[in-house]
């Protein structure tokens, strides 16, 4: 019997997707948590710059997004604390099948054991001021 993904299931596979980006990117990273209301996600550090990633990851049509401006101060306070820079990654999952058959509805339920689809446009740093695209991080 197929068994959809629950939220928290989809929460961890975005921080393990993020993580795998990051590793790819040349961040070592230090520290990792798949709680969603424990920031930041990830801790991580490249070439001597020290990253505090929030992540959230969502269902389609929708992407992850950060919950409030709490949040965001938040985490930017943090990261200034401890001389680093405060980032955000957003993903959307979608259930791979229905979006090859192009079934709007269905693409916003992936399902345990099948494939799934992510999209995610690299890190966004945060400021206390909003959202930055980051680019060549």
């Not at 629950?6 to 596979?13: C, G, S, Y």
């Not at 959230?56 to 919950?67: I, K, L, Q, S």
């Not at 259930?95 to 916003?108: I, P, Q, T, V, Y």
Request: one cysteine or more.
């Amino acid at each position: 019997m197929r068994e959809a993904m629950t939220e928290a299931e989809i929460h961890r596979l975005g921080v393990h997707i993020v993580r795998e980006e990051l590793q790819q990117e040349g961040w070592i990273v230090l520290t990792i948590n798949v709680n969603p209301k424990v920031n930041p996600q990830i801790i991580a550090r490249k070439n001597g710059t020290l990253g505090h990633v929030l992540v959230r990851t969502a269902r389609h049509p929708n992407r992850g997004a950060v919950e409030n401006d709490h949040v965001v101060r938040g985490c930017a306070a943090h990261a200034q604390r401890h001389n680093a820079h405060c980032y955000f990654a957003g993903l959307r999952v979608s259930h791979a099948e229905s979006a090859r058959l192009h079934d709007e509805k269905a693409m916003g339920i992936p399902f345990k054991g099948e494939g799934v689809l992510v999209a995610y446009a690299g890190l966004e740093e945060l400021s206390p001021d909003g959202i930055m695209t980051a680019r060549g991080i």
